[in-house]
């Protein structure tokens, strides 16, 4: 079956963004610091997107169907808040104003909460995106499990609204000096302002790769270097899956055997 066509979104898709930056600023202010800077990073789950469990006790979690955070602890509610008739701001105001009167006080980051205008979400174009992203995290995961080696988990990460994972080509796991492909799904970049599929790999004495690519996959060197898969050429996939594991184990054979000592 055919994914959603993800049309005219942008207002929904930018909304979805500010929400999860929300939560992203949230979780780096209650979390330590861990490898590859996963503490950046939200998780999916069945009807949306969550932290971690938090420092300050509890989880945030944000439903895709009925646009509401929640924050939870002991697995008992603690408060909701309907996301419409907010801003980026006044969301995150509210969230800490909550916090506050529960005893937890929280200073997150506001680098990225910068937006006042109000949220514009059609909730059939949140739901078209909570089935595609379910759906891509689904072939993403079945991918990574077929990898042998050192990955970082599939998740979430609000800066770029991307879901991705790392696949390491030694027994090193640091982003930052080891060499690695990276494998993800982005709903947008500037430039890239549709859907798409990347892959990237990388190492300290060769830099960026350039491999050959089979169709529907294009090389791209801008704005990064590497694989790019539209997700209008994979979404009428028969079987999604299969044609993103195809694709992506391709790269990977031709990357790894550049990055491999």
């Known amino acids: 079956m055919a994914l959603p066509a993800l049309s005219n979104w942008e207002a929904t898709r930018d909304a979805?963004?500010?929400i999860a930056l929300v939560m992203g600023a949230v979780r780096v202010a209650c979390s330590d610091r861990l490898p590859n800077d996963l503490h950046f990073s939200l998780d999916v789950i069945n009807d949306g997107i969550s932290t971690a469990e938090l420092n300050c006790g509890g989880v945030?979690?944000?439903?895709?169907?009925?646009?509401?955070?929640?924050?939870?602890?002991?697995?008992?509610?603690?408060?909701?808040l309907d996301v419409a008739g907010h801003s980026q701001i006044s969301l995150m105001t509210q969230f800490l104003d909550h916090l506050d009167d529960g005893g937890c006080s929280v200073q997150p980051s506001l680098k990225h909460i910068a937006s006042d205008a109000p949220f514009a979400i059609d909730r059939v174009q949140a739901l078209d995106y909570d089935s595609t992203l379910r759906a891509v995290f689904t072939a993403l995961a079945r991918f990574r499990a077929?990898?042998?080696?050192?990955?970082?988990?599939?998740v979430l990460w609000p800066h770029h609204f991307d879901l991705a994972f790392i696949w390491f080509a030694t027994d090193g796991m640091d982003e930052h000096s080891?060499?690695?492909?990276?494998?993800?799904f982005a709903p947008f970049s500037p430039g890239l302002e549709r859907p798409y599929f990347y892959a990237y790999a990388w190492s300290q004495p060769t830099g960026y790769l350039?491999?050959?690519?089979?169709?529907p996959?294009?090389?791209?060197?801008?704005?990064?270097?590497?694989?790019?898969?539209?997700?209008d050429a994979l979404r009428d996939a028969h079987h999604l899956d299969a044609s993103v594991e195809t694709?992506?184990?391709?790269?990977h054979r031709n990357a790894a055997e550049r990055l491999s000592p």
Request: glycine share 8%; aromatic share 12%; net charge neutral.
């Open 178 to 184: 080891d060499p690695q492909i990276a494998f993800g």
């Open 60 to 80: 945030l979690q944000f439903n895709v169907e009925d646009l509401q955070l929640t924050f939870t602890r002991g697995g008992r509610r603690v408060f909701t």
């Open 247 to 251: 694709m992506l184990m391709s790269y």
């Open 210 to 215: 350039q491999l050959p690519l089979a169709a």
């Open 146 to 154: 077929k990898l042998s080696g050192c990955v970082t988990p599939l």
């Open 16 to 18: 979805l963004h500010q």
């Open 217 to 231: 996959a294009q090389a791209l060197s801008e704005p990064y270097t590497g694989l790019y898969a539209p997700y």
